[in-house]
């Protein structure tokens, strides 16, 4: 009691309080569509997929790596991580992009943005899918299924979902993509 009350006499006279930050380090980042000296990416919606059959196909994985960017245990209050998945293929590139937040007994969160191209295009598909699902639809799982990302990533509900069309195009006719960020409910 005495604390609190020298704590409240100590910041009486604080007037400037520091904006909010957003202590789970979510991210909406989609990907960079910028070359600022002669390309730029033109863009456009499309309902255009990758093709199933060669994503499930059995064959040689020529490259492929993972990469955490960043990971935090949130003081013990849940996890927040951003990885970066690249698989190479005889016939097709793949990458994933994959932000997941888990709050514990509040929320989660999963961004993905997938990548794909097969080496005969000219342009790449970009597929952005948000998924979100407070601590009450997701009493059913287990603990164990929801600190793994790739096991719960299928099986909390799409809140939104685009697929864009990527072409690398002159400097006249560009668009900019990244405008097309997924807004955080």
């Not at 100590?10 to 400037?16: I, R, S, Y």
């Not at 407070?134 to 287990?142: I, S």
């Not at 690398?168 to 997924?182: G, N, R, W």
């Amino acid at each position: 009691k005495q604390w609190y009350q020298r704590r409240v006499a100590f910041t009486a006279g604080v007037t400037n309080t520091p904006k909010p930050f957003d202590w789970t380090f979510s991210t909406r980042y989609v990907g960079t569509t910028r070359d600022a000296d002669r390309h730029a990416w033109y863009c456009e919606r499309t309902t255009d997929q990758p093709d199933r059959e060669k994503l499930l196909a059995r064959d040689t994985i020529k490259f492929h790596d993972e990469v955490v960017l960043f990971e935090d245990e949130l003081a013990d209050n849940g996890s927040s991580k951003l990885i970066l998945k690249c698989r190479i293929m005889p016939e097709f590139i793949l990458v994933l992009l994959r932000f997941y937040l888990r709050v514990d007994k509040v929320m989660m969160r999963i961004q993905e943005t997938r990548l794909y191209t097969e080496l005969a295009w000219d342009y790449v598909l970009r597929d952005v899918t948000l998924r979100e699902a407070g601590c009450h639809a997701l009493q059913h799982f287990p603990p164990a299924i929801l600190r793994d990302e790739n096991v719960i990533s299928s099986r909390i509900p799409v809140v939104e979902n685009y697929q864009e069309k990527l072409m690398i195009v002159k400097k006249e006719k560009s668009t900019d993509c990244d405008s097309a960020l997924i807004p955080l409910l």
